[in-house]
């Protein structure tokens, strides 16, 4: 990575696995920050597995998810069961500025590199602890994977229609909600760390980032006793408000009118049909009590249109409308590329894959990635010799030992 | 963490959490509505159902740990007191549709140059410049536009947004770290800078690498509901719903052989089901009536029921199961009680005590969290305005004028 960026100079130690601790970390690499991740052979990232199937070898290089989520990222393998490793592992802590742990509660404690050893060691580290729960709950050693942390805060009971049942947004939630607020935590951290010279461990709760998010749900639901479910794709205040066919396979378009003007301009845009000028629909009271209905019609409508002329149109008429865009159609979305937003970065092992950057750019600091996402232990020469300055003899003599492993 | 940062917050909606966050981290964040108060911002539901924008449930939800002031940014005299404000601010986040600040003459390269510190931060729908950057989206539009709402929903209906609105809760967290990091590389350079989110951009992490996962294959992959791949779940409960995976390869074996020995106990566990080897388990392989054969025994046990009763049961087993929790069993979800996530806020005026999200993380050298409750309409404009360098006469004249 070059030495453009905010964070050019930055060393950040990354221990952990799965997606969240993976991106919290990839918006400093984006910024030229060099993060080293500490993996291990015998207990790869499930990321670097999750392409797998069961009974077969696993390539653990060979993940597309674990690439795309850690690019110009450097990976060196230790077995940080071996107390030699452990050694190295503290070196690096010397190295770092700051270190991520994604694990559960007490993994890293056993191993003496939990956040309260590494700070006493270091008082100027910054150490970012994420799990589902927290670190200090009481319950935290309890079973559970991101699909339950967004069960557990409400974003399954708030997605789906509402005669069936609870659905969840794609993806997990939890997972792409917490990264979010750990890299915004290292930065404010970082910030302290310049002005007053001292660290911090700061402990992070997936479940709690995501109830954070929901507090107009959750306020609303402590001062009027309010249980707000999933509505399908409705919005009080907003008629119409959905998701509507267009022509082709599976082809949609999403609406949404919020006042007069932007009905009076769809109603337009349709060519004022006769059945928009039903007495019912003027005002936005009448709209949203008659919504079935303008869905009916405007559906038959926007049937008959192709999805992205019709987004076209829409909004050159000043309708908020948008495409339901898939993974495909975001790989050829203008706007996305005007922004830059995917990278085509060769990987050993998969080839070229589009990368993704964060979703705001810095005027006067463009960053970007350079590299694919690391193979295990692909810079075990180069962390260890140039960064701990171990000879190539012990290199291979703590590989022989499974240290480097 | 922020303390002495200075920020002037003219977000809507969208951006509302963005600087909730910044005023949680314990920057002075003050939050500028128009004259009379924020119209949109304010909605309803409102508190005990009487409409009056100081009781919008949204807007006390959003604006904690802000100042309030207003200011007629429609009026010439508003524009000019703001220009004076932006001397006080160190960060300016605003939701101006892009090209605003131009049309009133002051667009970023003249900011930039009157206030060369000056952090603005920009959430649109599509970002500063592009095709697409004049385009209007609010959630939904923007949820279908950044690739989540094709993969969410049941295959035989529309495509499907969550109900609140997510594209807003991932922009924030991205639009503070984008002020931080611009703050970082003003802490060298002595500079600021825009930082310009776009919130389709923003919804793009939500799919973990899928577009470079999925995007070329076919045919694409299609929402299939409360089911990841070819297995469900999400499933129903006697009083609700509880979430719990049969994928997962081999971590997941554990679980699976923990249900059906607690299935064995409770005699919900036909013989077939006692005798299956999960080692080597992998619902990719089943065929679709040994999936459902599978499906239908567990989703028997499940619906027999309540969540509690299964959520108990699972953590005495070790087995991923959760509830599916509404906004009420949220706020009487043990572990969250027991890190005292909920913290109570009183509105005597409005004569009510309503629970809050407290903080998003817990830092060891500061409190991280709710400092105060959101702002009444020009709640704090003397203050605010005296601290930017306006005089008493100044203000009231801008009050007469009515640009306050």
């Known amino acids: 990575m070059g030495a453009r960026g905010v964070y050019a100079g930055l060393h950040i130690l990354e221990l952990g696995a799965g997606a969240a601790g993976s991106v919290a970390t990839r918006y400093f690499v984006e910024q030229g920050a060099t993060v080293l991740r500490i993996e291990s052979s015998a207990r790869p990232d499930f990321l670097r597995m999750l392409h797998a199937k069961p009974g077969e070898p696993v390539d653990v290089d060979a993940a597309p998810i674990f690439a795309l989520l850690n690019p110009d990222k450097w990976s060196v393998a230790l077995d940080l069961e071996k107390p030699a490793a452990r050694a190295l592992a503290l070196r690096l802590v010397d190295w770092a500025d700051v270190v991520t742990q994604h694990f559960a509660p007490g993994a890293m404690e056993t191993l003496g590199l939990g956040a309260e050893q590494l700070l006493a060691r270091k008082p100027e580290l910054i150490v970012v602890t994420s799990s589902l729960f927290g670190h200090t709950d009481p319950h935290c050693h309890d079973p559970r994977l991101g699909g339950q942390g967004a069960a557990i805060a409400g974003f399954h009971h708030l997605t789906g229609w509402p005669d069936r049942e609870a659905l969840g947004p794609y993806g997990t939630i939890t997972d792409s909600l917490s990264p979010r607020y750990v890299a915004l935590l290292i930065a404010a951290a970082l910030l302290d760390r310049g002005r007053h010279g001292v660290g911090q461990h700061i402990d992070v709760s997936q479940i709690e980032t995501g109830v954070y998010s929901l507090s107009e749900w ?23 408000h959905g998701i509507y066919p267009c022509a082709g396979d599976d082809a949609w378009i999403a609406i949404s009118v919020f006042d007069d003007a932007a009905w009076q301009a769809l109603v337009a845009a349709m060519g004022s049909p006769a059945w928009a000028q039903d007495a019912r629909f003027v005002g936005a009271l009448g709209r949203e009590a008659n919504q079935a209905d303008i869905d ?92 701990l300055g171990l000879s190539e003899d012990e290199i291979a003599r703590l590989a022989a030992e499974g240290v480097i492993a | 963490m922020l303390a002495e940062l200075r920020v002037l917050d003219c977000s809507d909606e969208s951006g509302f959490l963005a600087g909730k966050i910044l005023g949680d981290l314990g920057a002075d964040v003050v ?48 524009r000019s007191a703001f220009r004076r404000l932006l001397a006080w601010a160190d960060v300016l986040l605003d939701t101006f549709a892009p090209g605003t600040l131009d049309a009133w003459g002051f667009g970023w390269d003249t900011l930039h140059a009157e206030h060369p510190r000056l952090v603005r931060c920009a959430i649109t729908p599509f970002g500063q410049t592009g095709p697409h950057a004049p385009f209007r989206a609010r959630d939904l539009v923007v949820v279908a536009m950044g690739g989540n709402a094709a993969m969410t929903g049941d295959s035989d209906r529309p495509p499907l947004r969550c109900t609140m609105p997510t ?54 992959p299609r929402r299939c509901g409360a089911r990841t791949g070819g297995t469900r779940d999400v499933w129903p409960a006697g009083d609700g719903h ?14 699976l052989g923990a249900l059906v020995a607690w299935m064995s106990e409770t005699g919900d566990a036909p013989e077939w089901l006692r005798s299956q080897a999960w080692e080597h388990f992998d619902p990719n392989a089943l065929d679709a009536a040994a999936l459902d054969r599978l499906e239908a ?94 005089t008493r006469e100044e203000i009231e004249k801008l009050a007469a004028e009515g640009a306050l």
């Open chain 1, 218 to 240: 959750i306020v609303r639901a402590s001062a009027n006793g309010e249980g707000l479910a999933r509505a399908g794709n409705r919005q009080a205040g907003a008629a119409p």
């Open chain 1, 296 to 387: 009916r019609a405007l559906a038959a409508w926007t049937r008959g249109e192709s999805a992205y002329a019709l987004m076209a149109k829409l909004q050159a008429a000043g309708v908020a409308a948008g495409v339901v865009q898939e993974f495909r159609h975001l790989l050829r979305d203008p706007q996305l590329a005007h922004r830059r937003h995917f990278t085509t970065l060769d990987h050993a092992a998969l080839g070229p894959l589009p990368y993704e950057r964060a979703g705001f750019r810095l005027s006067e600091s463009p960053g970007g990635f350079e590299d694919s996402g690391p193979l295990l232990g692909e810079d075990n020469d180069v962390v260890l010799g140039e960064i």
């Open chain 2, 31 to 78: 939050k500028v509505e128009p004259p009379g108060g924020d119209r949109d911002g304010r909605r309803p539901p409102y508190l005990a159902g009487v409409v009056d924008p100081e009781r919008s449930l949204s807007w006390l939800a959003l604006n904690t740990s802000k100042r309030g002031i207003t200011l007629d940014l429609e009026r010439a005299a508003g």
């Open chain 2, 167 to 220: 594209a807003y809760y991932h922009a924030a967290p991205e639009a503070v770290l984008g002020i931080l990091m611009a703050l970082h590389a003003r802490a060298a350079s002595g500079r600021g800078q825009q930082v310009d989110v776009s919130l389709q951009e923003t919804q793009l992490s939500t799919l973990l690498g899928g577009p470079g996962i999925h995007g070329n294959v076919v045919p694409p």
């Open chain 2, 242 to 255: 509880v979430s719990f995976d049969l994928r997962g390869g081999a971590a997941r074996v554990p679980a």
């Open chain 2, 297 to 390: 025994a567990f989703g028997a046990f499940f619906a027999a029921r309540s969540m509690r009763e299964l959520y108990a049961g699972a953590l005495a087993r070790r087995i991923p199961l959760a509830p599916c929790n509404d906004a009420r069993e949220v706020l009487a979800q043990p572990q969250l009680r027991d890190r005292a996530l909920f913290t109570t806020i009183e509105y005597p005026e409005l004569g009510a005590a309503v629970e809050h999200p407290a903080f998003f993380a817990k830092a060891s050298r500061a409190e991280i969290g709710l400092r105060r409750r959101a702002p009444r309409i020009g709640e704090d404009n003397d203050a605010v305005y005296r601290e930017a360098g306006f």
